[in-house]
């Protein structure tokens, strides 16, 4: 699982601000899922992408929140005028394909602070 | 809507004690349940099971579904230190989409 990389893993922003999380799939993987971790509570899917395709968007808020992942680099969950609730460790997680993707390994997550 | 349910919330232990960690579950279209250890970053992968009654082990980790009974156990024996963590269970769905429903975690502690 060390091969899904994340950057930046800590990102601090102003609220109202942009943030931008980028993740990188392990070799191989097509398949991106995003998952947000909220202090002291499991993991929320978000989205899952292949490339140039989004799959399913079901667990991403309706507004603010939006993510790509282009036909080439890295997947990007981006959020806009950011508030203090969105603070958490946003995790991208990947798989070779949308079957074997019920074993998906995780990357070291983003920790995202709204001051 | 799906449910994953762990328990305990938390544990402490001592290094060396034999520990049970539960997850039921209340999904439709079921196609497996995984664990996961969650140290201070990413989720590390632990175990898949999509069978009733085969037990998985790796090392002193063990595991076992029941699918009639909606729930899971994840064993872990002769604790260390090192097996301090959060312990995630998930669920996951046949169909293309590959989501999965995490419950909330176990915390468990290995005191010496």
């Known amino acids: 699982n060390a091969g899904v990389m994340q950057n930046p893993r800590h990102l601090v922003r102003r609220r109202g601000q942009e943030a931008r999380l980028r993740c990188s799939p392990m070799?191989?993987?097509?398949?991106v899922y995003w998952y947000r971790q909220l202090p002291e509570e499991g993991l929320k899917f978000m989205v899952y992408?292949?490339?140039?395709?989004?799959?399913?968007e079901s667990g991403m808020p309706k507004e603010r929140f939006s993510a790509e992942f282009p036909k080439e680099g890295p997947s990007i969950l981006r959020i806009q005028q950011v508030v203090r609730g969105d603070s958490a460790a946003y995790f991208c997680a990947s798989s070779p394909t949308a079957e074997s993707g019920n074993t998906i390994y995780f990357g070291e997550g983003s920790w995202l602070t709204v001051v | 809507e799906d449910k994953v349910v762990q328990s305990p919330l938390s544990l402490v232990v001592h290094e060396g004690d034999t520990v049970t960690l539960n997850c039921s579950y209340e999904?439709?279209?079921?196609?497996?349940l995984l664990w996961y250890k969650q140290e201070k970053k990413a989720p590390t992968f632990l175990f898949m099971l999509t069978s009733s009654g085969i037990e998985k082990k790796s090392g002193r980790l063990s595991s076992i579904l029941d699918k009639k009974e909606l729930f899971s156990i994840l064993n872990i024996t002769a604790t260390q230190t090192g097996d301090s963590a959060v312990y995630l269970c998930?669920?996951?769905?046949?169909?293309?989409?590959?989501?999965?429903?995490f419950g909330t975690g176990t915390r468990l502690q290995v005191t010496l």
């Open positions: 998930a669920v996951g769905y046949t169909g293309t989409a590959s989501k999965l429903t």
């Open positions: 992408l292949q490339k140039e395709n989004i799959i399913d």
């Open positions: 999904v439709t279209n079921f196609r497996s």
């Open positions: 070799k191989g993987h097509s398949h």
